[in-house]
């Protein structure tokens, strides 16, 4: 089992900058990789980005490929994921999540990832 707590959301304005953490406890971090995933109101959860355990990989959606940047630090059991230039489309519940091994493959299905944080929200006014 493994716990994860996302922190950095918050109201900004269209053009901003945010920064996302996701602190994990609980199993070896570097056993996993990160993805991050977000929920608008109505609409279904979508990936936004993921990392593998190493960070030697990762993947973007297209809707924040350029704009936002996932990355890791093993030795203090988080994950980040910086957002620039953020559009009122971005606006939405963020979520971290963790999927058990260490492939070198960045996982971008949301079944695929075994654990989940409770999320953090994200505003963007235009």
């Known amino acids: 089992q493994v716990q994860l707590v996302e922190s950095g959301g918050g109201l900004v304005q269209a053009g901003d900058s945010l920064r996302l953490s996701c602190a994990a406890s609980g199993r070896t971090f570097d056993n996993y990789s990160m993805g991050w995933f977000r929920q608008a109101p109505g609409k279904e959860r979508e990936f936004v980005a993921a990392?593998?355990?190493?960070?030697?990989?990762?993947y973007y959606a297209d809707s924040v490929k350029g704009r936002f940047t996932i990355s890791r630090v093993n030795a203090k059991n988080t994950a980040y994921l910086q957002m620039n230039s953020l559009k009122s489309e971005d606006t939405a519940v963020y979520f971290c999540?963790?999927?058990?091994?260490?492939?070198?493959?960045?996982?971008?299905?949301?079944?695929?990832?075994?654990?989940w944080g409770q999320g953090t929200q994200v505003t963007v006014s235009s």
């Open positions: 999540a963790a999927r058990f091994g260490r492939s070198s493959v960045a996982r971008v299905g949301r079944v695929e990832y075994q654990y």
């Open positions: 990392i593998t355990w190493n960070g030697g990989n990762t």
